[in-house]
Each structure stands twice: as structure tokens, then as C-alpha cells.
């Protein structure tokens, strides 16, 4: 890898600091969506994504004159499940799904490849022009028993807290950084910090793994494996061996 990270096995975790996780895939604008609202594909998703709701947005510019300029964007439709726990989300160049409780990554791949076969059977995109994946996690109390700082700061490297340490931060309550690498033609974006959240203290630790350029379709799943297995090893680099423990980490 071109990161430097290394491998390591996957284990799961009983109490996931995962708050959500998102798949997009970016395309060539389809003037089918423009056109008609997706009515097979909401046929083919809706077993699973049985909830639409669609969304008009509009973007405002304020010009060289100072006159604000209106440009109306390309509706979205959300599709989710009965929970609204998951969604499959559709416009006119990409589509992503989302999961706001995330039970494992091959439930999510399952879920992605559901909306993935349904994108390509309905709308044919010639090739994906950007893909990526999110991983949001919220290190909290409640999932690590950490209740203060300076004992949320011992799960994770020094390194991610370096800056925060000192008389003078005592009372900081609030730090995010944002660190990039480049991994062949893929990027990965990880950003860090500490923040206080309802009174509770939280530490994050968000990755954003993507790629840009014309990427075949049938490449898609297996790239996000990569990409998946990137992010995980970059997740457990940031912990140290204790924090796995308190998340319940199963051997």
C-alpha cells in the first residue's frame, strides 16, 4: 500500500463507534432522471427500500455585480428502509447508500450491491467518474466507558492528540485536523478531533476514501472491498490495543 498501513484481520466489535457510513458513486449526468421520476428503479429497490421522499435544492450565487443568482439543482430522491435506518439515494449523476446503524461490512456490501444491480440494469452509466467511502465514528462514554478526557485520549495514538496536550488547551473544546494521503490514484482524507457533544467528550475519527477518473462499472464492488479494508486498517492504526477491548472487540 502506498499509505504504509499495515494489515490486519478484521474484528468485530459489539459496540461499533460507527454513526454512519456512506457509498457514493459519481457519473456522467442521465437525462433519464431529468426526465421522468425513477419508477423502475424504485420497483427494483422497494423490498428493501420501501419509504421515497424526493428533494428540489437550489443553489444561490452572489456575483461580481452583487446580484444573487438562482440555480436549481437536479432533484434527489431518497429511498429508505422501514427503520429509515438505511437509504438509497438517486439523482441525475450518482447514487449512494447509506446506513446510520451500521451492523458489519457485509451487511452494507449486500445492501450496496442491491442498489448498485438496480443502477446499472435501469440506467446503463457508461463508467463511474468518482468513487468513494465515508466512515464516520464517534469514540463516546457510552461506547468505550471512557467518561473524561484524559481517559478518551488514552484509546487513540498520541499522535491524534499531540496538540491538545498542555496547560494552556485545559479548556479547548474543540480540535479538528484533517490529514491527506495519496494511495496510487486513490486518496485518503482522515479527519481527527476532540469536541464536547451533549456534555459528553467525543473523539472522531473520519475516513474518506476515494477515487476520481473514468472507472468501469464492473469494477465498482471489488474497488470498494479496497477500499473498505484501507479504511479499516487506517481505523485500527488510530487505536491503541485497549480501545478494541473496550469496544468489545471479539477474538
Not at 428540489?56 to 455585480?65: E, G, K, L, M
Not at 463511474?128 to 464516520?136: D, E, K, N, Q, T
Not at 478526557?149 to 479548556?171: D, K
Request: net charge negative; with cysteine; hydrophobic share 40%.
Amino acid at each position: 500500500m502506498a499509505i504504509g498501513l499495515p494489515r490486519v484481520a478484521e474484528i468485530p466489535l459489539q459496540n461499533p463507534p460507527v454513526v454512519e457510513v456512506v457509498a457514493q458513486v459519481r457519473f456522467p449526468p442521465l437525462l433519464s432522471v431529468l426526465k421522468e421520476p425513477p419508477v423502475d428503479f424504485q420497483e427494483s429497490i422497494r423490498q428493501r427500500f420501501p419509504q421515497l421522499t424526493r428533494e428540489n435544492t437550489a443553489q444561490v450565487a452572489i456575483n461580481n455585480d452583487e446580484h444573487p443568482s438562482l440555480t436549481f439543482q437536479p432533484p434527489v430522491y431518497r429511498f429508505s428502509s422501514s427503520e429509515s435506518e438505511s437509504q438509497a439515494v438517486l439523482s441525475a449523476d450518482f447514487f449512494a447508500v447509506s446506513s446510520k446503524h451500521y451492523t458489519g461490512w457485509h451487511r452494507f456490501l449486500d445492501d450496496l450491491t442491491y442498489v448498485y444491480t438496480a443502477v446499472a440494469h435501469v440506467y446503463k452509466p457508461s463508467y463511474a467518474s468518482r468513487v468513494g467511502l465515508r466512515y464516520i465514528n464517534h469514540l463516546t462514554p457510552e461506547n468505550t466507558g471512557a467518561d473524561e478526557r484524559a481517559a478518551l485520549f488514552q484509546l487513540v495514538r498520541p499522535e491524534l492528540t499531540a496538540t491538545l496536550h498542555g496547560p494552556f488547551w485545559e479548556n479547548a473544546d474543540e480540535m479538528i485536523s484533517i490529514v491527506s494521503f495519496a494511495d496510487g490514484e486513490a486518496r485518503l482524507n482522515l479527519r481527527y478531533g476532540y469536541s464536547i457533544t451533549d456534555a459528553s467528550p467525543t473523539f472522531l475519527l473520519d475516513f474518506d476514501y476515494y477515487e476520481e477518473g473514468a472507472i468501469p462499472l464492473d469494477e465498482l464492488l471489488p474497488r470498494f472491498e479496497q477500499y473498505h479494508a484501507t479504511i479499516y486498517d487506517a481505523f485500527r492504526w488510530c487505536l491503541l490495543p485497549q480501545a478494541l477491548s473496550l469496544l468489545g472487540g471479539v477474538v
